[in-house]
């Protein structure tokens, strides 16, 4: 079995900083790729920010300058740390990992996505 574990989040003011976690565990050959989606109320969840194992990153338009990703690939454990918060920011962010299992899998080239239970940020005066 595969486990992702968030932590972090929170209520934050806007101009605020809160720092996002998210560790992979479990029966793992290798990590692909991880990072955050986030889901507003009323709203069809929306790529935030994806890091692939070789450190290349992909964010969305709207947190760029503001969210950075960082990885540590020898602990599966990915960071998302979030500066000058806005209202809009206000979600649920859900933890994503594209994630091989066995060598079988590697040598397929496949892949199965994996999610956590979401952690919600609050951005609110």
């Keep these: 079995q595969v486990q992702l574990v ?5 209520l934050v003011q806007p101009g605020g900083s ?3 976690s998210c560790a992979a565990s479990g029966s ?3 990590v692909n790729h991880m ?8 709203k069809q969840r929306e790529l935030v920010v994806l ?8 964010y969305a338009d709207s947190v760029k300058g503001r969210f950075t990703i960082s990885r540590d690939n020898a602990k599966n454990t990915v960071w998302l740390q979030m500066n000058s918060l806005k209202p809009e920011d206000t979600a649920r962010y859900y933890c994503n990992a594209n994630i091989m299992r066995t ?15 979401g952690s919600l940020v609050t951005v609110s005066s």
């Design 6 to 10: 968030e932590s972090g989040g929170g």
């Design 18 to 20: 809160l720092r996002l």
């Design 28 to 30: 793992i050959y290798r």
């Design 35 to 42: 990072g955050w989606y986030r889901q507003a109320p009323g």
């Design 51 to 58: 890091i692939i194992s070789g450190g290349s990153t992909n």
């Design 103 to 117: 060598l079988s899998d590697y040598a397929r080239g496949t892949g199965m996505d994996y999610w956590g239970k």
